[in-house]
């Protein structure tokens, strides 16, 4: 690369100080996306549309109604370990934004010295000469922003700030989401334990009956081994759950901050919340407002919008200032007097005459990166839309389902009970209650899955709607707090 470097007259310097300079490189202007009016299915099953209203979708597993589950979520957003590692993360970008600020300030620093020569001897004399020297000043430079990469570097600075804070929101969407899902989870397979535990002692009853009547001599003791089978195939079913429900309780505890098996609370069985009977749904262009990935896209767009003027502002000639006022003599008594007083300016500019055509690549990468930047947040759109329709029929849909199992189990307990009677009384066979008893066990692990299914559909549900967040949350949530982060 060659530069050329000339000096300009202090006229020259101050009308380039004071000339208004140009920015290059396109403005940001936020996309303009279409979105319907209002989301196509789903409203029904049991779901309405309710108001959206910004403390219920902030707070939305208060609706649950189920105080453990709420004080778990609040330990989860002051504990958790990759919620405080996004807020670490805002804070570093919050720093290299300052940086950037500064770069368009001038810099300026101050010195003092001393110093001593000697020279050699005078001809003649055979006598060396010493001379002491006292310094103090302040050297300055300023890159002037003539054609706006700075201002552009500022604005990509704040723009990715920005979006470090919408990663933030998103993984304590995230985050409050997945307790949620953890603690659901472990109440189903207490809930399926103690199913299994009511349908074993059924099933011992059965086999009980069964040798009755093998010993009165009314059956083969193939009777009593097929319920001994039946029997032990169900307890084995048990130690199964057990670990899977230890699993749940330990992706909780990580999750919520603490050690693994730390999650105490749970011991004891809970029942499963129920789900509220209005939810905040409201319409897709709030809920694209309020979807912190979504947010956080459109940010990185505006990064990468600014950096293509920032690249192109490369490509044109750079002015620097620089300055020295100072104090200058031989003893420090003296550097007071006037004539110690010495001050230099000048200005520097340069321009890039042959690269090969780097500049015009860098700018050429820029505009390809905005564009992928603008895909990006297309398809993040596009996908929150499809992600809100197939969360709204999910949870509509098991609640129907859920409907359909309650009745179908109580039939099946009615038809056990039959089967149970009609074969102590001799009038039917053995198979028959052993495809009784199957049935109900089946239909009654298939109830607890569904009901459980509901409220995990719910919390996928306002996951997708945004939910989760809200400035409020700034005051009272440690990691937001302690990134700085303002209502």
Known sequence: MTTVQYSVSIFSILTLIFLPGCVVGPDYRTPVIETPPTWQGGLSGGLKNGA?????????????????????????????????????????????????????????????????????????????????????????????????????????????????LENMRDVQVSLLAEVVLAYIEILSYQ??????????????????????????????????????????????????????????????????????????????????????????????????????????????????????????????????????????????????NPGALMYSLAANTAATIFDGGRLMQMVEIQNALQEQALISYQSAVQSALRDVENGLVAYAEEQNRYRMLKSAVQSAQNSEGLAQGQYAAGLIDFTTVLDTQRSLLSLQEQLILSEAAVISNLARLYKVLGGGWSNIDALTTPPLAAAGVKP
């Open 52 to 164: 959206n209203e910004s403390v219920q979708l902030a707070r939305w597993w208060q609706t649950l109604g189920d105080p453990l589950l709420s004080s778990l979520v609040d330990e989860a957003a002051a504990n958790n370990l990759d919620l405080k590692l996004a807020a670490a993360r805002l804070r570093e970008s919050r720093a290299r934004r300052g940086v950037t600020a500064a770069d368009r300030m001038p810099t300026v620093m101050a010195g003092v010295g001393a110093g001593r020569n000697r020279s050699s001897a005078e001809m003649g004399t055979g006598a060396s000469r010493t001379s002491d020297t006292f310094t103090a000043q302040f050297d300055a430079s300023w890159e002037l922003d003539l054609f706006g990469g700075r201002r552009r570097a500022l604005e990509a600075a704040s723009a990715t700030l920005d979006a470090s």
């Open 191 to 336: 809930a399926q334990i103690t199913s299994t535990g009511d349908t074993i002692a059924s099933l011992a009853d059965t086999e009980q009956i069964a040798g009755w009547r093998f010993q009165a001599g009314l059956v083969s003791q193939l009777d009593v081994e097929q319920a001994r089978l039946n029997l032990e195939q169900t307890r084995a079913q048990l130690p199964t759950l057990h670990s899977q429900m230890e699993q749940s309780k330990n992706n909780l505890a990580l999750l919520l901050g603490r050690v693994p098996g730390g999650v105490k609370e749970l011991q004891v069985k809970m029942p499963l919340p129920l789900p509220p009977v209005v939810i905040a749904i409201g319409v897709p262009a709030e809920t694209l407002r309020r979807r912190p990935d979504i947010r956080r896209a459109e940010r990185q767009l505006a990064a990468a919008t600014a950096q293509i003027g920032e690249a192109e502002a490369a490509r044109y000639p750079d002015l620097t200032l620089s300055g020295t006022l100072g104090l200058q003599a031989v003893s420090l008594g003296n550097l007071l």
